[in-house]
C-alpha cells in the first residue's frame, strides 16, 4: 500500500507541478496536441509544453546538458514535494525523486529523454526537444499499474505528433 501511495503522490506531484511552474511564468502555452477531453486522455497522462529556447538550438543538445534537465526536475521535484507534504502536515516522502538524461538522435532530431524515477520505479518520462526557436517538452506519466513508458501509444503518438519523429521501443 506504502508504494501505491507513494507512486500516486508523485504521479499528481511531477504532473502538477509543471502545469504551476508554466502558469506561474506564463512562459509556456499549451500545444494543440494536448488531449482536450478526458475521452482522448487514456490512462496515461501526457502534456505537450513550449517556451522560448532562449538561444539554444539543437547543435547544443548534449549528454551534460541532458543530465542537468534531469538533474533540474528531479531536484523541483523534490522541493515541491516537502513543500506539498509539509502544508498538508505529512511526513516527508522518503524516496526521492532521481532523475535520469540521455540523448538520442532519431530521423535527424537530437532529443533529450528524462527519465524521473521514485521509489524505483519510472514516474515520468521527458522528451524534450527544439522546434524554431522554442523548447518543447511532451511530458508522460504512468498510471497506477505501470511506469511511464516512451512506448505508451498516448505517449509514442504526441511525441510524432510534436517532433515528427517516433521513437522505436
Not at 526521492?96 to 529523454?113: F, P, W
Amino acid at each position: 500500500m506504502k508504494s501505491v501511495l507513494g507512486w500516486v503522490f508523485w504521479v499528481v506531484l511531477i504532473a502538477g507541478l509543471i502545469a504551476f511552474q508554466a502558469a506561474l511564468f506564463g512562459m509556456v502555452r499549451k500545444d494543440p496536441s494536448t488531449p482536450k477531453s478526458e475521452d482522448q486522455i487514456a490512462e496515461k497522462r501526457v502534456m505537450v509544453t513550449r517556451q522560448e529556447a532562449q538561444g539554444v538550438t539543437e547543435a547544443d543538445i548534449d549528454a551534460a546538458g541532458a543530465q542537468r534537465f534531469a538533474d533540474y526536475a528531479a531536484s523541483r521535484s523534490n522541493k515541491h514535494a516537502e513543500k506539498y507534504a509539509k502544508d498538508r502536515g505529512w511526513l516527508s516522502p522518503t524516496e526521492a525523486v532521481i532523475g535520469e538524461g540521455t540523448v538520442i538522435e532519431v530521423d535527424g532530431r537530437r532529443l533529450v529523454i528524462v527519465r524521473l524515477k521514485a521509489d524505483g520505479a519510472v514516474i515520468a518520462v521527458e522528451v524534450i526537444g527544439i522546434d524554431d526557436d522554442e523548447l518543447v517538452r511532451v511530458l508522460c506519466t504512468g498510471d497506477l499499474d505501470s511506469e511511464a513508458t516512451l512506448t505508451d501509444p498516448a505517449c509514442m503518438n504526441h511525441i510524432e505528433a510534436t517532433f515528427g519523429v517516433r521513437i522505436a521501443p
